[in-house]
């Protein structure tokens, strides 16, 4: 049994919107419901971590929009929602795709690909795209001097969602010790593991910052207007 993990815990400091990041409506529905939604057909349950406070909003905006999901508590890092979401799992579960919801715009056939991908030898599969810009090792204490110019054939940037079986994941984060990370391909990285990228997709782009929403709004209304659909 496959289940999605959207990680919504977040409080969107950088976008700046007044509510939740998962809150934010880009095309009439909120981000944590076009994520849920990405991840409903390729997963056999949906797990939805928002912010204390915040689970009665969220299975009613997930209701208002036709979806099933079980709804928890996040925690004070994406770490801690994580981990939230992992024993909120529906028991069966077998693998687990944590997805953030800062990613409204994974196609399900990203996430079917990245989910077939989890296969021996690999330990943990994600999404990832190698780096276009040129890139500096900059020292900040040192009014932004370059330090050097980095390589970046062998860079990529890494997406959601990621795919682990769900002991393994389980096991990554009770060997976590305190250390900040910022995506959960680390943790099974520092606990030995192998993990593979397949390829992203540039929609797939994470909403940090208010240029990004506008972004996806106008990668989905394109898409839209090509499939002839239009905005209820
Ligand atoms: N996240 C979470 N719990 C946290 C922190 C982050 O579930 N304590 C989730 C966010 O909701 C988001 C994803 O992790 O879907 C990626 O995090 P990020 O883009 O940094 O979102 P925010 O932390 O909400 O934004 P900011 O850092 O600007 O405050
Ligand atoms: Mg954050």
Do not use: Y
Not at 39 to 67: I, R, T, Y
């Amino acid at each position: 049994m496959i289940t999605g993990i959207v990680v919504a815990a977040g409080s969107g400091e950088r976008l700046a919107a007044g509510v939740p990041k998962g809150f934010v409506v880009l095309a009439g529905e909120p981000l944590l419901v076009h994520a849920a939604r990405a991840l409903a057909p390729s997963c056999d349950a949906v797990v939805v971590v928002v912010g204390e406070g915040q689970v009665a909003a969220a299975g009613g905006v997930l209701a208002d929009a036709g979806l099933e999901a079980f709804v928890c508590a996040g925690g004070a890092t994406r770490a801690d929602s994580v981990a939230a979401g992992l024993a909120a799992c529906p028991s069966g579960t077998e693998v687990v795709a944590v997805h953030d919801a800062a990613r409204p715009l994974a196609g399900e056939r990203l996430i079917r690909r990245t989910v077939a991908a989890l296969q021996a030898p690999w330990d943990a599969v994600a999404p990832g795209l190698q780096v276009v810009d040129t890139l500096k090792l900059v020292d900040p204490a040192r009014e932004g001097r370059v330090v050097r110019t980095v390589d970046r054939r062998s860079l990529w940037a890494v997406q959601t969602p990621q795919v682990f079986a769900s002991a393994t994941l389980e096991r990554a984060h009770a060997g976590l010790g305190g250390h900040a990370v910022t995506d959960d391909l680390e943790l099974v990285e520092r606990a030995g593991g192998r993990v593979r990228l397949v390829a992203g997709e540039r929609r797939n782009l994470k909403v940090t910052f208010s240029e990004d929403l506008a972004i996806a709004a106008a990668l989905l209304a394109a898409g839209r207007a090509a499939s002839g659909r239009v905005e209820p």
